[in-house]
């Protein structure tokens, strides 16, 4: 294991591996085992989410454990730009890089977009605009060179939306695996299980084991 | 003028600019005017849509005179990897690179993702499933390793699909810019005007005249 490398699950972004952010430690084997792997495009019904992912998922277990250390200011407490600790409409504001950041949200209910519904749109909202203060107070970002956006699948199952500025080349804001914070909060108003029932695409890599569920499933 | 230096006009990519192609003749004056501009993310309602964007369009009759060449096969008719006459719901499949191609509808009347209803449901289905069919022929390429999105605003206002390798890291597949054609068939299919009627957000230049019109209008 080598000193400390981190690495980033962006699967489709690995040519920006120089600009990946601090998530989890990775080995020199890490690194090299995403390098070379095939991708594929998902998609997903809500029948397939909750038939094959949400199964998965759970069976997974993939800890959360160093969200819930931050949101408890147990590690790397110094990254918090702004924190709103509304327990329903709250968040952290977390800063990755100096124009990435990332709103984790202090409920511990919400996986991913996909559990959605108009209820949150509080929460969404709220983000929105306290986000965009806090960047723009902290860093003299106005909110019109923002990118606010959420992945599906995230990289971990805890609901968190992403923040960068839009003149910075971000991994992980490629159409087929970011949601428009804008869009997002505009369907939910318009159909409260937009999420829920919707199709969602997105990339896989050929070892991931969401994907054998789906090729198992005859979904691929 | 020098030679033949060729520059697409994607805002937030100019570091990609290693990977353009081509559309349109530019100058070194061009390509340096373009590298340094500021970037804005627009939130365009419909009605927005309908007094700023529709005007200012019109009145700058950009011209697709080489769009047209194309698909009467006046210019770079080698460049043509399919062809589907359907008036209606045909389309050119032309090639920009080597894992970069777009879907040229044949139709005149379809500006952008704006004008689109369920009316071009036939036309949208078409494109996607013969486009994927003759990717896989000419190029080898499944159709899950394939994505395929429209700009919102595009680079011209004639209607085209993007088709690009999900491991070729494509300028202009940015969500603030891209909309995933499988997104697009499925928002018409649940509401004829979505696109109508919803807000898009897109990335202008400062010095883009739409961005003027915007700000007059106290939008920005």
């Known amino acids: 294991k080598i000193a400390k490398i981190y690495l980033v699950l ?8 120089f600009n990946s952010f601090l998530v989890c430690p ?15 495009l998902v998609e997903e019904s809500g029948e397939d989410y909750r ?5 998965y998922i759970s069976s997974q277990s993939f800890s959360v454990q ?10 790397e407490a110094d990254r918090i730009v702004f924190e709103d600790p509304d327990p329903d409409t709250g ?11 990332i709103a984790i ?16 749109l509080p929460l969404l909202t709220n983000i929105r605009s306290k986000g965009e203060d806090a960047i723009q107070r902290q860093y003299g970002i106005p909110p019109r060179k923002l990118c606010m956006y959420l992945h599906y ?11 960068t500025s839009l003149e910075f080349d971000a991994p992980g804001c490629r159409v087929e695996r970011a949601h428009l914070l804008s869009d997002v909060i505009q369907n939910l108003q318009a159909d409260s299980s937009y999420y829920r029932n919707c199709s969602l695409a997105f990339p896989l890599r050929a070892d991931d084991g969401l ?8 979904k691929l």
Chains 1, 2 share one sequence.
């Not at 968040?91 to 950041?101: E, R, S, T, W």
């Not at 994907?211 to 005859?218: P, Q, T």
Request: glycine share 2%; hydrophobic share 40%.
């Open 10 to 17: 962006f699967p489709m972004h690995l040519n920006h591996i």
């Open 26 to 40: 990775a080995t020199e084997k890490h690194v090299k085992k995403y390098l070379h792997q095939e991708v594929f």
């Open 51 to 55: 038939n094959l992912t949400l199964p």
């Open 66 to 75: 160093w969200v819930h250390n931050i949101l408890e200011k147990k590690a």
């Open 91 to 101: 968040f952290v504001l977390f800063q990755l890089q100096d124009l990435y950041l």
């Open 105 to 120: 949200v202090h409920r511990r209910d919400v996986k991913s977009l996909r559990d959605l519904t108009s209820e949150h």
């Open 153 to 163: 699948q995230p990289s971990y199952y805890h609901l968190h939306v992403h923040f």
């Open 211 to 218: 994907l054998l569920r789906f090729k198992e499933a005859g």
